[in-house]
């Protein structure tokens, strides 16, 4: 490429100066009484190159002119850099989790099974939904369930029933988080249920906390999130859900509530018989959403609702647009002034234009005063 290609138009001028070198000099001529004896003479050598001075020294001219011009050679190198934030998935496992109204593929579901379905596609993308996306003419109600993936994002899993389990550290393994995610299993000993807001809440803030205690300042995440998924009200622990959420608010940490399940009555299943059947009755169930809404709004987050398997999507596909992976794009071009600077071209080695024009003038000049001088 040239910088200054304008100069380009001076090479208009050499066709010029070929014409008047080699077709507008007044011929020389001596008289001969007859020329028939020179009929059969070969030209010399000397006389078949007598043009190469000239066409060296206008070879020299163009160089010049194309250096003018500062013709650059050099490779452009694109590098992505990516700045990730760190997330903290707190999932309610409590008995009340068992309620089975949530659907999957038209299936009834408990609200665990239906977290770590549509959780999974929040961590690691859901390209089914991303190539829908693209050829569905409902492109609005596609988008909302289209997500490519928290590629470069640091998460960890906490869960909780009567107590927190700090269950994955903040991590980029992220199938290792979605295998632990599937492991996790709601509780069945009366002893260990509960629902423990606060103390999660307050677990995942020391968890997100204790990220910049062991990493350096260039590798610091400048923003740090939980997503705190419960179906009913805190009943255990030794932390209030308020005092988890000041805690939060003081480390700068956003918290993203989302309430599960229906309020009211909800299936829930009683006992399963000798066949396998397994037997519903209806149970009254309550979700804090009071208590949610002011976790959210105290942290500059958000709380959702989700009463379906469709809902939770749309809540996940919600976060993931709030919460972009800050991504920047720098070019760097490293370039070679060829007039001046040699290079290399398809493993050729090129010297510098200025060099070459300089060979070629005094290889002219050398020329015409040995091989092709004019004795006058």
């Known amino acids: 490429m040239f910088l200054y290609p304008g100069w380009l138009a001076l090479l208009l001028i050499i066709p010029l100066l070929a014409w008047r070198s080699w ?3 007044d011929p020389m001529s001596i008289s001969f009484s007859s020329a028939a004896a020179l009929w059969d003479e070969r030209p010399t050598w000397r006389q078949r190159l007598a043009w190469l001075p000239v066409a060296l020294s206008l070879a020299a001219l163009a160089l010049m002119i194309i250096s003018l ?4 050679y050099g490779k452009e190198q694109t590098i992505v850099t990516s ?4 997330i903290e998935m707190v999932v309610d496992r409590s008995g009340s989790m068992q309620a089975l109204d949530f659907k999957i593929d038209g299936t009834n579901v408990d ?4 977290i770590k379905n549509v959780a999974s596609k929040f961590v690691l993308g859901n390209p089914d939904a991303l190539r829908s996306n693209r050829s569905s003419d409902e492109h609005d109600e596609d988008q909302d369930t289209a997500v490519a993936g928290r590629v470069s994002d640091l998460i960890g899993l906490i869960t909780f029933a009567g107590y927190a389990d700090a269950i994955t550290p903040p991590t980029l393994d992220h199938p290792f988080l979605v295998a632990q995610l599937e492991n996790t299993e709601i509780v069945n000993d009366r ?3 509960g629902t423990a807001i606060g103390d999660a809440l307050s677990l995942a803030v020391d968890k997100l906390s ?3 205690e062991k ?3 260039t590798d610091k995440r400048q923003s740090k999130v939980i997503i705190l998924l419960t179906d009913g009200e805190n009943t255990a622990g030794e932390t209030e859900p308020s005092e988890g959420a000041e805690l939060a608010k003081a480390m700068g940490i956003k918290v993203y509530t989302i309430g599960v399940g229906t309020k009211g009555q909800a299936p829930f299943p009683v006992r399963r018989t000798r066949s396998g059947q397994i037997l519903v009755d209806y149970v009254s169930v309550n979700i804090d959403e009071e208590t949610l809404t002011q976790i959210a709004d105290k942290t500059g987050g958000k709380y959702f609702r989700a009463t379906d398997t469709d809902s939770l999507e749309t809540i996940y596909g919600e976060i993931d647009k709030l919460e972009k992976t800050k991504v920047e794009t720098q070019r760097f071009a490293d370039y070679r002034e060829m007039a001046v600077q040699d290079v290399r071209i398809s493993g050729w080695h090129v010297p510098p234009l200025l060099v070459i024009a300089l060979w070629f003038l ?3 000049a050398v020329l015409r005063r040995t091989v092709f001088r004019v004795l006058t």
């Open 69 to 72: 011009a500062r013709p650059r």
């Open 215 to 217: 990493v350096e300042d």
């Open 191 to 193: 002893n260990e249920d």
């Open 111 to 114: 609200r665990l099974t239906a």
């Open 362 to 364: 005094a290889i002219a």
């Open 23 to 25: 077709h507008r000099r």
């Open 83 to 86: 700045e990730g934030i760190a």
């Open 210 to 212: 204790s990220l910049d």
